[in-house]
């Protein structure tokens, strides 16, 4: 069983920046693909952004690409999600989730085996 810890969320103001991080408890993210997925208040959970094991491809929703990057330091076993640029509308519980697999790169939250509590993103304008 993998847990993942979310860390990096807060408040900040529309066009600022926060890095956000992921990292498994107890193991380390070897040979796993991870992604980035949110939701909102009242809304669906939604695909961000996804990286393979080696962090050579990734995945971007059309919401955020150009602003958001994923990436992943497999020496300190942990994932990113730099946020940029942000707006009210990516005002949001991210949730960091993980697969075994050397080159998953997907989009739909069922396709994901573990995830982790979240960390809450304000954006206020």
């Known amino acids: 069983q993998v847990q993942l810890v979310e860390s990096g969320g807060g408040s900040v103001q529309a066009g600022d920046s926060l890095t956000l991080s992921c990292a498994p408890s107890g193991r380390t993210f070897s040979s796993y693909s991870a992604g980035w997925f949110r939701r909102a208040p009242g809304k669906e959970r939604e695909f961000v952004a996804a990286i393979s094991w080696t962090g050579g491809n990734t995945y971007y929703a059309a919401s955020v690409k150009g602003r958001f990057t994923i990436s992943r330091d497999n020496g300190k076993n942990t994932v990113y999600l730099q946020m940029n640029g942000l707006k009210p509308e990516d005002s949001a519980v991210y949730y960091c989730?993980?697969?075994?697999?050397?080159?998953?790169?997907?989009?739909?939250?069922?396709?994901?085996?573990?995830w982790g509590q979240g960390t809450q993103v304000t954006v206020s304008s």
């Open positions: 989730a993980a697969r075994p697999g050397w080159n998953f790169l997907g989009a739909e939250a069922r396709q994901y085996d573990y």
